[in-house]
């Protein structure tokens, strides 16, 4: 279960729609629904005719050896064609440069039905027709979060690696895109976040200091909530690069 503390609580702003316009105040919502109220009623198996954003695949493979053999896989739907990509997490970077505070990391909590739970997560989306993944990173964040963002220009990893979620049981791919969110900028400010969420869509917004990441997360999960794999593996390598400091410093040789 679930305990809610001030603690947790202290960097959330809820972000949720209930029927009706699709445009609204972020503000105006901060007491209405809640993901942790959500809930799994039932569970029974799909046809497969029924499915709409899934599909199941029997692959027949020839293995190192010469010996043919079969693989069961799941596949998206969704996919563009021309493009290689499915999705997008975005790495959103909240920092004010006329302030003395640190950046901070801009995450999402949402009801996820297949693990039952609340998930901590990055702002993501699938990829759009005609779309490359950078452009996906600021219309998702800008949907889900009102926030605008801007892709850095001398950022090396700002587009990330073509990443496949697991390769062992689906051909899902994503990529991590950085985005940073200028605070003083007028249009971040609370007042003035104008999300676009799908009528299905209950997302409350959280801020995570990046210096204290890993312990915030930690917090979170022995509160219940499920950690995305993307964030926890954000906050790992943040937690390796800081043990690896004086490596990772090097000039290459």
């Known amino acids: 279960m679930l305990r809610l503390t001030s603690s947790s609580l202290r960097n959330s702003r809820l972000c949720v729609l209930p029927p009706g316009p699709r445009l609204f105040n972020m503000a105006d919502k901060m007491s209405t629904y809640s993901p942790l109220s959500a809930k799994v009623t039932s569970v029974e198996p799909m046809p497969p005719g029924e499915s709409k954003w899934i599909t199941l695949k029997k692959i027949t493979y020839k ?26 997490g975005v790495v959103a970077v909240l920092n004010d440069p006329k302030s003395t505070k640190g950046p901070s990391l801009l995450l999402q909590k949402q009801f996820r039905p297949a693990v039952n739970k609340v998930t901590i997560e990055v702002p993501s989306g699938l990829i759009d027709a005609g779309e490359d993944p950078t452009t996906t990173a600021v219309r998702e964040l800008k949907e889900e979060t009102g926030y605008i963002g801007t892709i850095p220009d001398d950022a090396r990893a700002a587009e990330g690696f073509l990443m496949f979620n697991d390769p062992g049981f689906c051909n899902t791919n994503t990529k991590m895109i950085v985005v940073e969110v200028d605070m003083s900028d007028p249009r971040n400010q609370q007042d003035n976040l104008k999300p676009e969420l799908e009528e299905s869509e209950y997302i409350e917004i959280l801020t995570l200091p990046l210096d204290h990441l890993w312990n915030e997360l930690g917090e979170l999960e022995r509160q219940g909530f499920a950690i995305d794999a993307r964030v926890g593996t954000l906050a790992q390598g943040m937690e390796m690069a800081k043990k690896w400091k004086d490596v990772l410093n090097r000039s290459p040789s």
Do not use: H, I
Request: glycine share 4%.
């Open 63 to 88: 293995d190192p050896s010469g010996k043919q053999r079969l693989w069961e896989s799941a596949e998206r739907l969704t996919r563009p064609k021309n493009s290689e990509v499915d999705a997008v």
